[in-house]
């Protein structure tokens, strides 16, 4: 079935980058996402990238995929105190009805604690 | 532009009672999705709504149930509650549900059962 993996703790200090990973398993086609959540909070879309892509930048962040592996990476660099949060990998595959995004499938979050 | 908004933003509530939840889209998004989130099950997918249609189930018992009206508003029905019933219920919203749109969520419900 479909499952996203995710380490559940990452420490970096303020200034330097971070790198939080992300395995999922569904083979097919696929938008893969990664969203913020600060305490109290709902979740924050960061970005996303297409199956086909290999990489996304945008401003801080790098979204880096490897299709072998199944693997995903978000990097973030010049990481703030301000980015500390939990960060969650989402898929959604491409059988879904309608093409919704829907019914996304989350990973447990990886939280991001940043020292100053 | 408001956000994505839920009421009530906490809930107590003792076995065996049920619950509503509401969700209230941005204004002119179509796509009203519902998310369980638990410490040890992390979010799960409970359904989504396009104008007034549920089109996505996940893999939730018949407990759990929506809706949604022509404003878009939608709710959530939870009947003959149980402990692990206890949760935050998120929403989100977006134009039409479409992969690469952005999907706003609300700041959630949170669900405690006695």
């Known amino acids: 079935g479909e499952d996203v993996e995710q380490s559940l703790f990452l420490s970096v200090r303020e200034g330097d980058s971070s790198v939080i990973n992300c395995t999922y398993t569904?083979?097919?086609?696929?938008?893969l996402y990664w969203y913020k959540q600060e305490p109290g909070a709902g979740l924050q879309l960061l970005t996303y990238?297409?199956?086909?892509?290999d990489m996304k930048q945008d401003q801080r962040l790098t979204v880096l995929l490897n299709k072998k592996d199944k693997h995903l990476s978000l990097r973030i660099a010049d990481t703030q105190t301000g980015d500390s949060a939990i960060y969650f990998c989402?898929?959604?595959?491409?059988?879904?009805?309608?093409?919704?995004?829907?019914?996304?499938?989350f990973g447990k979050g990886t939280k991001l604690s940043v020292k100053p | 532009k408001a956000g994505v908004t839920q009421t009530p933003r906490y809930l107590i509530k003792t076995r065996g009672q049920q619950v509503t939840l509401s969700c209230s889209p941005i204004?002119?998004?179509?796509?009203v999705s519902w998310y369980q989130q638990t410490p040890g099950q992390g979010l799960q997918f409970l359904f989504e709504?396009?104008?007034?249609?549920?089109?996505n189930k996940g893999n939730f018992p018949g407990r759990f149930s929506g809706r949604q009206f022509s404003n878009s508003r939608s709710e959530m029905n939870v009947s003959t509650l149980e402990l692990g019933d206890s949760a935050l219920y998120l929403c989100?919203?977006?134009?039409?549900?479409?992969?690469?749109?952005?999907?706003?969520f609300g700041p959630g419900t949170r669900l405690l059962v006695l």
């Open positions: 709504y396009f104008s007034e249609t549920q089109r």
């Open positions: 989402a898929e959604t595959p491409f059988v879904n009805y309608g093409g919704s995004q829907g019914n996304l499938i």
């Open positions: 569904d083979s097919s086609s696929t938008y």
């Open positions: 990238i297409f199956s086909n892509m």
């Open positions: 204004s002119g998004h179509r796509s």
């Open positions: 989100a919203s977006s134009l039409a549900g479409d992969r690469e749109e952005t999907q706003y």
